[in-house]
T-cell receptor
């Protein structure tokens, strides 16, 4: 079964609005990562947050991590049409493998 | 650096044929992995390797073999292709499962 589960499965917003995606996971983690995938392309790493961090920023991205709830959120502020993509959270498990959730499909409408 | 490269980009096979998807990285990463992605879905882990000579199964290993004779290369072999293996295959590498993963551009495979 998937280690990470993103929510919602799909999200449609207007350009300029903020987009929030959530991720829940099941086991203890070392860190949690967020990736973006544009249609038909490989995944691109966005941000990594360690288990001892609660919040991290990178440009228009803000990630939070709540290890007590086993959840993370990705906030994209002032969204642009170019942010249209699928977003995945991922975690390493037991130092042996790396598992992705099913993703959130974000559509930013002009 | 070329990063992670995959060949071929597209492939059409007939049921029962075998083939090897190639993956190479030039970043001296110990950890490499193969995923498949079906339409509208996330990535599912097929096999992974934590270093040369060491491989292990992921979530969906049936019908696939891997080997890791060098740090750079991690080929994925389809033993006897089935229509259910029609998918996009991604190879990735990283320093470890806990580090940023770098993805190849993918191989789009169709099995008729």
């Amino acid at each position: 079964s998937q280690q990470g589960e993103e929510d919602p499965q799909a999200l449609s917003i207007q350009e300029g609005e903020n987009a929030t995606m959530n991720c829940s996971y099941k086991t203890s983690i070392n860190n949690l990562q967020w990736y973006r995938q544009n249609s038909g392309r490989g995944l691109v790493h966005l941000i990594l947050i360690r288990s001892n961090e609660r919040e991290k920023h990178s440009g228009r991205l803000r990630v939070t991590l709540d290890t007590s709830k086993k959840s993370s959120s990705l906030l994209i502020t002032a969204s642009r049409a170019a942010d249209t993509a699928s977003y995945f959270c991922a975690t390493g498990i037991n130092g042996q493998n790396f598992v992705f959730g099913p993703g959130t499909r974000l559509s930013v409408l002009p | 650096n070329a990063g992670v490269t995959q060949t071929p980009k597209f492939q059409v096979l007939k049921t029962g044929q075998s083939m090897t998807l190639q993956c190479a990285q030039d970043m001296n990463h110990e950890y490499m992995s193969w995923y498949r992605q079906d339409p509208g879905m996330g990535l599912r882990l097929i096999h992974y390797s934590v270093g040369a000579g060491i491989t292990d199964q992921g979530e969906v290993p049936n019908g696939y073999n891997v080997s890791r004779s060098t740090t750079e290369d991690f080929p994925l072999r389809l033993l006897s292709a089935a229509p259910s293996q029609t998918s996009v295959y991604f190879c990735a590498s990283g320093l470890s499962p806990y580090n940023e993963q770098f993805f190849g551009p993918g191989t789009r495979l169709t099995v008729l």
